[in-house]
């Protein structure tokens, strides 16, 4: 069964970075693309980020572009988000999601929560 | 304001039917898959229907989609207490370059 084990986040001043990371086991990662989609509080979901299944191809919503860096590591199974620049309304849970194509998304992990406040 | 439109909220009574409507236009659901979520509160969302009308494995085929033009539904029969939850669509948007979301539509059972 595909499982996705997210760490990182928390809380962090306007401006402030942080790195989140995604765990995969249960398929074969470097197969897949993976993405990045958040939830601000009381909010629906938002696409962020996507990476493909080699790290070759990068995408990113206009919100993050220049600020937040996806990258992964297929030799630990693991996916990254570097977000730099946070801004109050970066606030959300990040959630990392397998990428089954045709925007659908078979997988996600249990997300973890990015707070930006002074 | 997303680019899928889709009623805040619905509600029907156990063991009825409900439909969750999602519009959009040519620049998503007219010309790519759309794909259906369900997520309950503090939790996850759940993939639910893929490419239209296609559920993975594991869900109960009460949960169903289709498409049709700028448009799509998800039909829930034999409706259960539990499946209240928030519901979301979505698909590629080409205009955009983006995965877009509908607003979500929370199910009530009443």
């Known amino acids: ?118 | 304001q997303s680019p899928l439109t889709q009623p805040p909220s619905v509600s029907a009574a156990p063991g009825q039917k409900v439909t969750i409507s999602c519009s959009g236009s040519s620049s998503n659901i007219g010309n790519n898959y759309v794909s259906w979520y369900q997520q309950f509160p503090g939790t996850a969302p759940k993939l639910l229907i893929y490419d239209n009308d296609r559920r993975p494995s594991g869900i109960p085929d009460r949960f169903s989609g289709s498409k049709s033009g700028t448009s799509a539904t998800l039909d829930i029969t034999g409706l259960q207490t539990g499946d209240e939850a928030a519901y979301y669509c979505a698909s590629w948007d080409v205009s955009l370059s983006d995965v877009v979301f509908g607003g979500g539509t929370k199910l009530t059972v009443l």
């Open chain 1, 1 to 118: 069964e595909d499982h996705l084990l997210q760490s990182g986040g928390g809380l962090v001043p306007p401006g402030g970075s942080l790195r989140l990371s995604c765990e995969a086991s249960g398929f074969t990662f470097s197969d897949y693309a993976m993405n990045w989609i958040r939830q601000a509080p009381g909010k629906g979901l938002e696409w962020v980020s996507a990476l493909s299944g080699s790290g070759d191809a990068t995408y990113y919503s206009d919100s993050v572009r220049g600020r937040f860096t996806i990258s992964r590591d297929n030799s630990k199974s693991t996916l990254y988000l570097h977000l730099d620049g946070l801004r109050v309304e970066d606030t959300a849970v990040y959630y990392c999601a397998k990428d089954r194509l045709t925007a659908s998304f078979d997988a996600w992990g249990q997300g973890t929560p990015v707070t930006v406040s002074s």
